[in-house]
C-alpha cells in the first residue's frame, strides 16, 4: 500500500498522542498540522522535542495545491468542522471528523453531506467514547424503535455546565437526575458532552428520536456511558466506563483510539 499523507487539524492532547501514537506506522506520513495562528510556535515547539518534526509543517489553514493530503483527520473541536473540514471535502480530500457533537447544530450534518457528494468523496465519522456504534448502525436496517442514552459522571464533573442551576454539584449526596430530553437538546444544553449522543443519534435514529438522561452520581469516579436500542433486530444494552486521556482528563483514551484504529485501518492488509 502507498503511504498516506495526513493533514491534522488541532494539536492538542487528541492530536499530540494521536501523532504519538501513530509513529511507529511508516506508512502513515503526517505532513501538515493545521492551529490557529496564536498556536504555532507551540506546536513547532513540540514537535521539535519529538525529534519526528522536521518534515511536518505548522500552518492555518490547508494548501491544496502545493501540500494535498491524502486525508485530514478534525482534532481541534466544533468550529473546526466549518474552517477546514466542509473546504477539504469540497476538494475532493477524505476527511475523519471526532468531533461529533457539532453535527447537532441544525444543517450541519447536510453540509457535511453535500460537501462530500460535491468534491466526490466521503466523510468518516468515528465512534470516539463509545462503542457498539457498528452493531447500532447495522441494527438500523433492519429498524430502531427506541434508542436511550443514559451518561453518569462525577458532580463535579458537570461543574460549569447548567446542571449547576438545578443541583448542589459540590454537596451531592446521592445519584441525582437533572436533565431528559432529545438528543438535540442535551448537544444544545450540554455542548462538551455532546459527542456520545450525537454519535448514537446519527449511527440509529436521529437526534430528536434519541433519548437522553445525565446523571451526577457521587458514588462514581469515572464517567459512565450506557445505552439500549429495540427494535426489529432485537435488543441491545452497551455500558462503557472510559478512563480519561492523560493530557486531558475531560476527554476519553478511547476517544484517541478509535482515531489511531481508523488511520491504521486505512493502510493495513486487514481491517477490523
Not at 96 to 125: D, W
Not at 249 to 258: H, I
Request: charged share 20%; with cysteine.
Amino acid at each position: 500500500m502507498s503511504v498516506q499523507r495526513i493533514a491534522m487539524v488541532g494539536f492538542g492532547a487528541i492530536g499530540q498522542s494521536v501523532f504519538d501514537l501513530i509513529a511507529d506506522e511508516p506508512r502513515l506520513a503526517m505532513t501538515r498540522i493545521i492551529v490557529p495562528d496564536g498556536h504555532q510556535d507551540e506546536t513547532r515547539a513540540k514537535l521539535d522535542a519529538s525529534a519526528r518534526g522536521g518534515q511536518i509543517t505548522v500552518a492555518a489553514s490547508l494548501d491544496l495545491v502545493n501540500d494535498r493530503p491524502d486525508l485530514l483527520v478534525e482534532c481541534a473541536g466544533h468550529s473546526a468542522i466549518e474552517a477546514h473540514v466542509l473546504p477539504a471535502l469540497k476538494a475532493g480530500v477524505p476527511c475523519m471528523v471526532v468531533s461529533i457533537g457539532a453535527l447537532s447544530a441544525p444543517g450541519l450534518p447536510e453540509a457535511l453531506e453535500a460537501a462530500a457528494k460535491a468534491g466526490n468523496t466521503q466523510v468518516h465519522l468515528l465512534s470516539g467514547a463509545i462503542g457498539g456504534i457498528d452493531a447500532l448502525a447495522a441494527a438500523r436496517v433492519a429498524g430502531l424503535d427506541s434508542v436511550t442514552y443514559v451518561g453518569r459522571k462525577p458532580p463535579l464533573g458537570w461543574l460549569g455546565t447548567p446542571a449547576e442551576d438545578k443541583l448542589d454539584l459540590r454537596n451531592l449526596k446521592e445519584k441525582a437526575l437533572f436533565f431528559e430530553g432529545s438528543a438535540r437538546d442535551a448537544a444544545r444544553l450540554y455542548p462538551k458532552n455532546a459527542n456520545v449522543a450525537a454519535t448514537l443519534s446519527l449511527a440509529g435514529i436521529g437526534l430528536d428520536r434519541t433519548t437522553v438522561q445525565l446523571y451526577a452520581d457521587p458514588t462514581v469516579s469515572e464517567n459512565i456511558h450506557y445505552y439500549e436500542a429495540q427494535g426489529a433486530f432485537g435488543f441491545m444494552g452497551v455500558t462503557l466506563k472510559g478512563k480519561p486521556l492523560a493530557g486531558n482528563p475531560k476527554t476519553s483514551a478511547l476517544t484517541v483510539y478509535s482515531v489511531v484504529r481508523a488511520l491504521k485501518n486505512r493502510v493495513s492488509a486487514v481491517a477490523v
